[in-house]
């Protein structure tokens, strides 16, 4: 029973999104179109699921690693979060609006410079949707183990269930690079 509503969450929720997204932009919101793609099974998961594109890989790798670099160095003020049940208090830098920002005015000047076309997010949409939640699984997966294995904190453990712990985690506060960069 408590690994019902976890499992559902899964695999429910990226079908959902990418659906919602592929009828949005692809069917002029049209449910009826919808519907119809659905009764081709095969059709509508290479519709819904595109692979992957280079463009769109590219894109968000260039993003991720803009984002790590800006949670790196952007200074902020520092605050505790609660106290965990081994005693561990995490600390966190108040970085984000101003690495918001940051990311704006780079996409904004990689737009302008022509290095970057400003549809490229709508035209690559269902692939970037196809390799995001590709990435959310492979990372679930790689914390799972992480937690399992090498935890950051002592507030770390297994619920006995590999789905409730792919979907509720198996660390309170997993970070890396000696804990400068918080994963949750």
């Not at 799972?144 to 006995?160: H, I, R």
Request: glycine share 8%; proline share 7%; hydrophobic share 50%.
């Amino acid at each position: 029973r408590r690994i019902v509503g976890p499992a559902l969450l899964l695999f429910v929720c990226p079908c959902a999104v990418n659906a919602i997204a592929y009828t949005v932009k692809d069917l002029d919101a049209s449910l009826d179109s919808l519907i119809k793609v659905s009764l081709e099974p095969t059709k509508y998961l290479t519709l819904v699921f595109p692979a992957p594109t280079r463009r769109a890989a590219e894109f968000l790798g260039v993003l991720l690693a803009l984002q790590l670099f800006l949670l790196l160095v952007v200074p902020g003020a520092r605050f505790n979060g609660p106290r965990a049940p081994s005693g561990h208090v995490p600390s966190y830098s108040d970085n984000g609006f101003v690495a918001f920002l940051i990311t704006l005015g780079v996409i904004m000047w990689a737009c302008a410079a022509g290095a970057l076309s400003p549809t490229l997010i709508y035209d690559e949409l269902m692939p970037m949707m196809s390799l995001l939640n590709g990435a959310a699984l492979a990372a679930s997966v790689l914390l799972y183990v992480k937690g399992l294995c090498c935890p950051s904190t002592a507030d770390a453990g297994s619920s006995g269930s590999v789905l409730m712990d792919l979907y509720w985690g198996t660390e309170l506060y997993p970070r890396l690079f000696g804990g400068r960069v918080d994963l949750k």
